[in-house]
Structures are given as C-alpha cells and as structure tokens.
C-alpha cells in the first residue's frame, strides 16, 4: 500500500513539473495560431496559420535562421579542429602545463562575456570582421572552446589507457596512436561536444547583438528580441517565430537527450 | 620533481614534445580570444575612450574612482547579488526534487528527460518572450488565472526583477538536475539497501545518506549556477532592458549600456573589469569554501 | 631473441614516490623471467620502464647491449601482452594481428603471410572477420599473443595477462604460454601476483617487494632457500609458518625467527613419537588431496599439511613434529636469511 501511495504522489510531482517547464512552451504554440482579433478572448475560438505566413513570407525569417545556422557549424567545426587533437593530449600524453591548460581552460569559460567585449569590439573593427558573421567565432571560441576541452578529455580519458600504450607498443608515435586507434574511438564524443557547442553557439546573445548590426545578418536571438510591431507587439508572430525557431533545438534534444545529458556531466563528474 | 626524464635526449622525448604540438592551436585561440581582451579591457578602462568622437586619453584610476562614487553602479550589484542569491537557491531548491524524481523514473525515462531540458535548449531570448506573453497584463494567461488582474508584470521594479529570476530558474533549473542526477546516480544501490536493512526511514536516508553523498554535485551546481547568474545579460534585456528606471539594471547591462548606448568605452571597460573581478572573488570565494565540503565527501 | 639488461634502474614519480628502487637485472638471451610481487611492489612499473612506456628516473636499461632508456617503444623492438589485452575494438581479428606490421610499413604480402602463419600457431583461422567483442576470453588472449608474436621481436613481455580469466583457463593458457616459450626460444618477461604461475613458467624468478628486488633465483631456490622472510612467505600454500624459536622447543636462538613449511610438519593423534610437541586442534580444512590442519602451540599457530583422512576435530589434541633439517631460519629484525644457529 506504501507504493501505491508512493505512485500516486510520484505521478502528481511528473503533471506538475512537466506542466511548469512545457506548460509556457504548449501555451506559445496556442498563442502562434491565435487569430489576431481574439486576442481579448479567454481562449481562441478558432485556429489560424496566418502568423506562420507572416513570419515565414513577410521577413528574412530563413535568412536569420541561415545566419544562425552559419555561425553555430563554423564553430562547431572550429572547435573541434583544434580541440580534438588536443583533448587527447590533456588525457593521454605527459606534459607540463597540462594541469593549468584545464584550469586556464574552465577560467575562461567562467569569464562574463561583457568583460571581454568591449576589445573584441576594437579589434574585430580594426580587421574588419565587425558585422561581419565570420567575426562570431573567435568570440564563440571564448565558451566553445573551453567545453570541448574538457568534455573530449574526459571522454579520451574513459578510454583505457592499455588501448594507448598497446598502440605505442605496436611502433605508434603518440600522434599515430591518436589518430589510427583513439580517434575512431572517440566518435561519440566529438558528436555529444558538436551538439552541445552548436545549441550554446545557436543561443548566443550578447556578443550577436554587439558585433553585427545589419538586420540581414541578424542572427535567431537577436532577431527575434528586436521583433517588434508597428503600434503594438505582434504577439501571434512572435509566438510563431519562436516555435519556428526553436524547433530544431527541441528535436535536437529529444533525439539527443543522452548526449546532451553525458556530455554536460562529463567534466562535472570527474569535477 | 622527477627529475633527468625531460631534459634527455631520444626518441621518447622528441615524442613527448609531440604533446605540445597537439596543444598548441587550442592554446593559441584561447590566449587571442579571452586573455588579450581582458588584459586589453584592463587597459582601456584606464582611459577615457569616446568611440564616435575618437577621443582618447590616459586617465590612470579615474574611472575606477568614480566608479566607487557611481550610486548606479552600486544599485547594479545589489541588483545583481539579489538576483543571483535568489535565483540560484531557487534552481537549488527545484533542482533536487526534480534530479530524485528523473532518477526514480522507471519507464520513458528518456523522454521525461528530454522533455525537461527543452527550456534549457532554447535561446534566452525565446524564453524570456514565453514569460514576458504568459505575464502580459492584458492579454497574459498569468492575470487571466489570477481572476482579470491587472498586474504590470514587467513594469513594477520588484516584480520586474522577480519575473527575470522566474525566466532563469525556469531555463537553468533543468541543467542543475542534470548535474545533481548524475551525483545521485554515482551512489551505489547497495548503499541504500544496506540502510533499509538498517531500517532506516526514507526521510533518514535523505538526509543522512543521499544529501550527504550529493555534496559534489552540489557544490559544483552551486558554482556553476552562481557564476552563471553574476553574469546575467540576456533574460533582463529582453524583458525590461533594466528598467523600469534601472531598477532591474545588473552589471553586465549597466556596462552594456555604457559601452553600447553611450559609446564610453573607458568607463564600459571599467565596468567590465570590475564585474569580472566580482565573478572571479565569488568563484575563488566558493571554490575554497566548498572545496573543504568536497574533499571531505570524496 | 635477445639480452636484456637493467642497471641501476630507478622510477621516482613526480609526487616523490619512488616505484623502483635501483634494479639491477641481466636477462639472458631465450630466457623466461617472471617478475613476482604483491600489487604495489613495482613489477608493473619495471615492465613499463622495459617497454618504454615510462623513462627511468635514473640508470640504464640495455637491449643486445644498446642503451634504449631514451628511446620510444616503437625502436626498442619488444611486444607486450597486456592484462585486458588491449585489442583494438574497432578493428576485427585479422586488422588487429596486422596493425603493427602495417604501422612498421612492411609490404602487403609479407604482412598477409605473417599474420596467417601466426594464426596458424595459434588456432585463430576462421576468425579473421570478427571483433574482439565477438570472442571469447580466451580467443581474445590468443589474439593479444598473437598480435605480439607477429612481430617477431627480441623481447616478449607479458603484463598479468591470465589474470581475467577463470581458474580452468588460466591453466590451461598458462601451459600454452609455456609451450610457445620452448617453440619460440625467445626472451620473455612475465608480470604476475600468481607465485604459482611464476613457479610452474620460468627460468628465474625475481621477487619484488615496495619497489625493490627480494630475490633473483631459479624457482626451485626462491623455494628452498628464500632470501629473506617476505619470500619465504610469499611462495607456498599454504603459507610457510613463521615462529619464534622457542615455539617448537628451541632455546638460545634469541633474535632469530624460525620458518617451516607445512609439508614438513608432521602430525598425529594418539601417544607422541620423540622429540614431538603437544599442540591443539584450531582449524581444520580438508581440501579434497589433503587436509590442512592449523593448530595452536604456545602463543602461536602452525599449519600442517596431513592425509585427507586424517580429519581432527576442533579442540583435539594432537602432536607435531619437525625436522631440524628443513627449518628456514631468519633475523627477527631484518627479516634477511641466516645460517642455524649451532645445536646446543
């Protein structure tokens, strides 16, 4: 009778948590095909796609997105060109320094974005990247880079150490060994750090908002916080574009939900 | 120190240099992109720089001094370690129900996980907008509830800076779970069967066996949260832009505006600085407070 | 096939730990040494440094005479069969028996012909396609083996490998090791906790313990003639026992401790031959080929190994008897093997 009692109440705490955190999402999915003359209503009578056709036709909705889309894979291919090879040496190799690199590593990621603006602001003008979306990276690097670090170390480091040294063994230099025996075991671990930099970079806001200023190079974020109507704000629409924009992310995670969930704790684990 | 090893010659030391090689790019990034700017940041706030006006001179620790005297820089970081206390005792408070409820999750425990890290998926922005709808004081599902109220959410300054914990715990309570549920799931069952045999009670073995054996993810969510929320940038521009009347202005958008909307990039740098300080005393401050709690629990 | 030498050889760690204190080895050509400890002695650390995986903090370690303490693994020329046999998961049978003749970039042909041949030896045809997930236990150490011998390299070194296997298997894969080395003649260097796998497999054993060597000797020498107390503890089962003198009735040994083993105490009921000791049943344990029966004498507690018929019951009182001939006798303090005292 205890664990029926404890189903029951165990039930209850699910429709209750799931009720706070979809609750607003489902509610912006009703508000986006809420005609726009119902709005006074308690609820719609009546459905309507008309702010989906606006958002979709009306503005560079796919221009944003591709924006978006642009900057979040440059990083992600970014990071894990220069932080693959190097998590493998913070896991497997010797060398003085290593300690440091990860601490230097986690620093960084700790840094309040608004603290390194103001010169990458300066500088990004001096060459020229300043509303430019190639000129995101480096910034997005900032955070990204980071995270790869330490998630593809830790992930290098599940892997046995006897796969390594046999490897050497068998007449591999480290370099050889990474790449002929580590690497191709490393897979799933550069797929959870290529999900994990793309939804932080996709997400991004501050350095988007500061770095560019052309509306066509808006990215997601920024566009949809600038969205406004020409008297009052067009709730349907913004509604709309949020779901649209979000939708990638949500399947992204439900696909992904064990990637995600390995690859945040996999520092934080080994702490 | 072992010493001799690095300092040979030979095929295994040319090897182990293979290390640095392997280092270097990462090392390379990071140095550009996040030492320099804040060494360039701690120059520029030593300086009165105009941006539109191209004017620029050297002013030593003038900034810093009227910094000390700027009544809104102060109210900023009230406003700021209200926000963070609050908003991270909240996610704390939410965070463990919800880690003990995924971890007893039987079936569709995939999917319940999914489906509560949605709000940590998507943009701040996206959710800050879901918020600002839901406590629209006409139109908002919120008022509607509360029987035709017709509450200004966003417009009264400490229900303002409510809203924006609300936006943040909402988005962020999900990752604290994440983390506390894999602190939960590193403790062996056994554990608990050893003390239902003891016969302990349920509400016994929270509190002397799961709470105690959680103090690493704790202290970690707890680091991590409260870093996360000195930082806070995107939730309060979306919903009020630190208004009403810079009521719900914290130091991340105090600098923005100054660096952004002023176009002072001395005293911007200045304030950037100075929230960088703050977030690097509170992380030292929690890392060896909490240090002691972890290494203890290791 | 060759020599191996270690000089002085030591490993401090970084932490101040010191893992090999000064080995000093000489392992002659198609010689099959086993290098015995508890865990924590540094027979693993010395296998590392001899394969290259680890550098010696200090002196030199020789192949065929070459100074190789600087050099990588892959130009020392030996082979390692690892305690989870480390095959490469992502590869199957055939791949992982010709990875390292491909990293040495020998031609296509003469690979194919060496791994087949090595198959061969070993019983691995028909195996080629699968992953090491596929095989059994002891498939996949024949295909560590082999991915060793397919080097043909001067020097094998084993690290523990029977250790993940059952009792059944490990008896058998331990005289299928002993075989290859008599088919191969070559020089091999076998890791193990076991001290009967030492025992049954090598040459010469060399005893470790807190990173320094006990003993260098023929297996039948560490057994009859231990170095010091800890060797003498080490090899047998069940354990030698080690009394103070005046347990078994000898006066004017101060300062020495004696060791006899438990084949070399006799046992029985009833009227006591000469020279015997009157002593208490405290445990019995018949093992099926015998029965050990630990009894109380004085202060202290020897086992004998009797008959499987001879089963006493706890409590009974029974003699023993030891021959002076085979007592071990060893420094109290020092723990160092010593002459027996004079007979009064």
């Known amino acids: 009778m205890r664990s029926r009692g404890r189903g029951l109440g165990y039930a209850v705490a699910v429709v209750a948590l799931l009720t706070f955190f979809l609750g607003p999402f489902v509610w912006q999915v009703l508000t986006s095909l809420w005609p726009d003359d119902q709005l006074g209503r308690a609820l719609p009578r009546s459905l309507t796609v008309g702010a989906y056709a606006s958002v979709l036709g009306g503005r560079p909705f796919v221009r944003w997105i591709a924006n978006s889309l642009a900057v979040a894979a440059a990083t992600t291919a970014l990071c894990l060109l220069i932080g693959t090879a190097a998590g493998f040496a913070l896991a497997k190799l010797e060398f003085r320094g290593r300690r440091l690199l990860l601490g230097a590593a986690l620093a960084i990621s700790m840094f309040p974005p608004i603290a390194t603006v103001s010169p990458l602001y300066l500088a990004l003008r001096a060459v020229g990247l300043r509303d430019q979306l190639a000129g995101l990276v480096p910034p997005y690097a900032t955070f990204a880079l980071p995270m790869t670090l330490w998630i593809?170390?830790?992930?290098?480091?599940?892997?046995?150490?006897?796969?390594?040294?046999?490897?050497?063994?068998?007449?591999?230099?480290?370099?050889?060994?990474?790449?002929?025996?580590?690497?191709?075991?490393?897979?799933?671990?550069?797929?959870?750090?290529?999900?994990?930099?793309?939804?932080?970079?996709?997400?991004?806001?501050?350095?988007?908002?500061?770095?560019?200023?052309?509306?066509?190079?808006?990215?997601?974020?920024?566009?949809?916080?600038?969205?406004?109507?020409?008297?009052?704000?067009?709730?349907?629409?913004?509604?709309?574009?949020?779901?649209?924009?979000?939708?990638?992310?949500?399947?992204?995670?439900?696909?992904?939900?064990?990637?995600?969930?390995?690859?945040?704790?996999?520092?934080?684990?080994?702490? | 120190m072992s010493r001799g090893a690095p300092s040979r010659g030979g095929s295994l030391a040319a090897e182990r240099r293979q290390a640095y090689l392997l280092v270097a790019p990462a090392v390379a990034v990071l140095a550009a992109v996040a030492l320099y700017p804040i060494g360039a940041a701690l120059w520029l706030s030593l300086h009165r720089h105009i941006v539109v006006f191209h004017e620029r001179s050297f002013l030593g620790f003038a900034n810093y001094r009227f910094l000390l005297a700027d009544a809104r820089f102060w109210s900023a970081l009230g406003h700021t370690a209200y926000f963070t206390v609050v908003a991270v005792s909240a996610e704390l408070a939410l965070g463990l129900p919800l880690a003990l409820i995924l971890h007893e999750a039987r079936r569709g425990r995939g999917l319940l996980r999914a489906l509560v890290l949605i709000p940590w998926a998507i943009p701040t922005v996206v959710a800050a907008k879901l918020w600002a709808w839901l406590l629209n004081p006409s139109y908002g599902l919120i008022n509607r509830l509360l029987g035709g109220a017709d509450i200004n959410w966003l417009g009264h300054p400490v229900l303002a800076l409510h809203t924006a914990i609300v936006v943040d715990a909402w988005k962020t309570t999900p990752f604290v779970a994440i983390l506390l549920l894999a602190g939960l799931?590193?403790?062996?069952?056994?554990?608990?069967?050893?003390?239902?045999?003891?016969?302990?009670?349920s509400f016994r073995i929270f509190r002397s066996i799961t709470l105690p054996l959680l103090r690493p993810a704790l202290a970690l969510a707890l680091l991590f949260r409260t870093l996360d929320a000195l930082r806070v940038f995107d939730a309060i521009y979306v919903l009020t832009e630190g208004g009403p009347a810079n009521t719900t202005e914290t130091l991340s958008l105090y600098a923005y505006k100054t660096?952004?909307?002023?176009?002072?990039?001395?005293?911007?740098?200045?304030?950037s600085v100075v929230t960088f300080l703050c977030v690097a005393l509170a992380a030292a401050a929690l890392v060896r407070g909490l240090g002691r709690g972890w290494e203890e629990a290791r | 096939m060759a020599r191996l030498s270690l000089e002085g050889v030591r490993k401090v760690y970084r932490s101040g730990v010191v893992a090999v204190h000064e080995v000093t080895l000489e392992v002659a050509d198609g010689e099959f040494v086993a290098i015995v400890g508890p865990s924590g002695c540094g027979k693993s650390t010395t296998l590392a440094l001899i394969a290259g995986l680890e550098q010696p903090t200090s002196g030199h370690i020789r192949i065929d005479g070459q100074p190789v303490e600087d050099r990588s693994p892959r130009e020392r020329d030996i082979a390692m069969v690892f305690q989870s046999y480390a095959l490469y998961p992502h590869m199957n049978v055939r791949r992982n028996l010709a990875f390292p003749l491909e990293v040495a970039?020998?031609?296509?042909?003469?690979?194919?012909?060496?791994?087949?041949?090595?198959?061969?030896?070993?019983?691995?045809?028909?195996?080629?396609?699968?992953?090491?997930?596929?095989?059994?236990?002891?498939?996949?150490?024949?295909?560590?083996?082999?991915?060793?011998?397919?080097?043909?390299?001067?020097v094998f070194l084993f690290d523990e490998p029977l250790s993940n296997l059952d009792a059944a298997l490990r008896t058998e894969m331990r005289g299928e090791i002993k075989k290859l080395h008599e088919r191969l003649a070559?020089?091999?260097?076998?890791?193990?906790?076991?001290?009967?796998?030492?025992?049954?497999?090598?040459?010469?054993?060399?005893?470790?313990?807190?990173?320094?060597?006990?003993?260098?000797?023929?297996p039948r020498e560490v057994y009859e003639a231990p170095a010091n107390r800890f060797v003498a503890g080490f090899f047998g089962t069940p354990r030698i026992n080690l009394v103070p003198p005046s347990t078994l009735g000898i006066e004017r040994a101060d300062g020495l401790e004696v060791g006899v083993r438990p084949e070399q105490v006799a046992i029985g009921r009833g009227g006591p031959p000469?020279?015997?000791?009157?002593?208490?049943?405290?445990?019995?344990?018949?093992?099926?080929?015998?029965?050990?029966?630990?009894?109380?004498?004085?202060?202290?507690?020897?086992?004998?190994?009797?008959?499987?018929?001879?089963?006493?019951?706890?409590?009974?009182?029974?003699?023993?008897?030891?021959d002076a001939r085979h007592l071990h006798w060893f420094d109290a303090g020092t723990g160092r093997r010593v002459s027996a005292p004079p007979s009064p």
């Open chain 1, 152 to 271: 593809l170390s830790s992930f290098f480091r599940q892997l046995p150490d006897e796969l390594y040294q046999a490897a050497r063994v068998d007449g591999c230099t480290p370099l050889l060994a990474f790449r002929k025996v580590l690497l191709p075991l490393a897979a799933p671990g550069l797929f959870t750090t290529a999900i994990l930099v793309f939804i932080f970079s996709w997400n991004e806001f501050l350095y988007a908002l500061t770095f560019l200023s052309s509306p066509e190079k808006r990215t997601v974020p920024v566009a949809l916080s600038l969205l406004a109507g020409e008297h009052k704000e067009p709730w349907p629409e913004i509604a709309a574009a949020s779901v649209v924009a979000t939708l990638p992310l949500v399947a992204l995670t439900i696909l992904f939900q064990r990637r995600i969930v390995s690859g945040l704790t996999a520092g934080a684990v080994k702490g």
């Open chain 3, 105 to 154: 970039g020998l031609a296509r042909e003469v690979i194919a012909e060496r791994v087949r041949e090595t198959a061969a030896l070993l019983g691995l045809e028909g195996l080629y396609e699968r992953r090491p997930r596929e095989l059994s236990g002891g498939q996949r150490q024949r295909v560590a083996l082999g991915r060793a011998l397919v080097r043909r390299p001067k």
């Open chain 3, 186 to 218: 070559a020089t091999f260097i076998y890791v193990t906790h076991d001290q009967a796998e030492a025992m049954t497999l090598s040459d010469r054993v060399v005893v470790m313990h807190e990173g320094k060597v006990q003993q260098v000797a023929p």
């Open chain 3, 274 to 322: 000469e020279s015997a000791l009157a002593a208490q049943v405290y445990l019995v344990e018949p093992t099926g080929a015998e029965t050990w029966v630990t009894v109380a004498l004085g202060q202290a507690r020897l086992t004998a190994r009797a008959p499987s018929d001879f089963v006493p019951r706890s409590g009974e009182a029974v003699w023993i008897q030891v």
């Open chain 2, 185 to 201: 799931q590193g403790i062996p069952e056994d554990i608990y069967r050893a003390a239902r045999v003891d016969g302990a009670s």
């Open chain 2, 259 to 271: 660096l952004m909307r002023a176009g002072d990039f001395g005293y911007g740098a200045t304030l």
